[in-house]
């Protein structure tokens, strides 16, 4: 069975026992947390399609850690105006292992 979520502004294909790096989630590690906003469930009895949620559906997860992401530079430049500007951004993650998918196909 999957399922795809939403998080974060981000959609997500996910099945059970997938670690997955969503935005930063306010839970602490080993905690458990719960994606409501499901958009789609599959599996061998068919899909369920929600408009946009499917109703009655939710994925379970275990949050594992908190981390940041890869440092991405970003650089502006006017040409011929020396005009140039560096600055380094490192985005908050959180990984959790997604441990059930509830409401799924019949």
Known sequence: MYAIIKSGGKQYRVAENDLLTLEK??????????????????????????APFVEGARVTA???????????IVFKKRRRKHYRRRMG????????????????VA
């Open 89 to 104: 951004h490192r985005q908050y993650q959180t990984v959790v292992r997604i441990t059930g998918i509830v409401g799924g």
């Open 25 to 50: 989630l306010p839970d602490g590690a080993g905690q458990t947390v719960e994606l409501a906003e499901v958009l789609m469930v599959g599996g061998e009895g068919g899909v369920r399609v929600g």
């Open 62 to 72: 275990e949050v594992v850690e908190h981390s940041r992401a890869k440092k991405i």
